[in-house]
């Protein structure tokens, strides 16, 4: 009888342990096959968030140039066609002075209009390098009165045009916010390759960003568009002491 007992305790703890063995497994291959499932759900996540700023990136370049079509085909012309009459209107009339300062401050507005337009529209940026249409955009400011301090010797670089584009768009994004809310005189900007990376730097000597406007929607968007380039979009503001903000792409190409 002890030998029998001994069989079946032995016979039970074995049976026990393949139990509790397959019981482990099973809750190993469990938690791997939900570790994937959530990986893979991240991975879509992701996929589908990217996608959908690629498409709202699409929609706004589309709209860019629109607007810039419609400021160059119509408000342009019928600015270029006041300027016209009044050219007409100044021969032989008493205020002939004062029509062609009307005239000159057309003139200047037809300027401002055209680099607007081209600061606008997508195709601009394809025929340019990212550095000549910074340089270009950075000559609009100077006219509204900023000194401006730009790299010393300028940045050649081969980027593809998605990329430039979305770098472009983050740079006005940032100018914009110092016209609006940095009270600054000075704009500063460098663009460089340091090893693999490319960096470009803005400050201003203004009073710093508003912590809501550094934390907000365009903040977030401005963050999203660097993350789909691999990059990275930080910012740098104190109350009075100014705003410097640094873009930082991985790039291929050696430099």
């Avoid at 670089?157 to 472009?168: G, K, N, S, T």
């Avoid at 809501?212 to 968007?221: A, E, F, K, P």
Wanted: no cysteine.
């Amino acid at each position: 009888m002890d030998k029998e007992l001994i069989i079946v305790l032995v016979f039970g703890v074995i049976l026990f342990l393949m139990m509790l063995s397959s019981l482990v497994m099973f809750v190993l291959y469990y938690q791997k096959r939900r570790q994937h499932h959530v990986a893979e759900i991240k991975i879509m996540e992701s996929q589908f968030e990217q996608e959908t700023l690629k498409a709202g990136m699409a929609i706004q370049e589309q709209t860019f140039a629109t607007i810039a079509s419609e400021i160059h085909d119509n408000i342009g012309q019928l600015l270029s066609l006041a300027k016209m009459r009044l050219g007409v209107m100044a021969n032989g009339n008493p205020y002939q002075k004062e029509i062609n300062e009307v005239s000159d401050l057309l003139s200047l507005s037809l300027g401002d209009l055209r680099d607007l337009s081209k600061s606008l529209h997508p195709s601009r940026i394809a025929k340019q390098s990212l550095y000549e249409s910074i340089a270009h955009e950075m000559k609009h400011y100077q006219k509204l009165g900023y000194a401006l301090v730009a790299p010393k010797e300028p940045v050649d670089d081969d980027l593809p045009e998605a990329q430039r584009v979305i770098i472009f768009r983050v740079v006005q994004e940032a100018l914009n916010n110092i016209v609006k809310h940095a009270k600054a005189s000075q704009i500063e900007w460098d663009m460089r390759y340091d090893s693999r990376f490319l960096t470009i730097d803005i400050s201003d000597n203004g009073v710093g960003l508003p912590s809501d406007l550094v934390q907000g929607i365009g903040s977030i968007t401005t963050d999203e568009r660097m993350k789909l380039l691999g990059g990275t979009f930080e910012r740098f503001s104190k109350q009075k002491s100014g705003t410097r903000i640094q873009l930082r792409l991985p790039v291929l190409n050696e430099q």
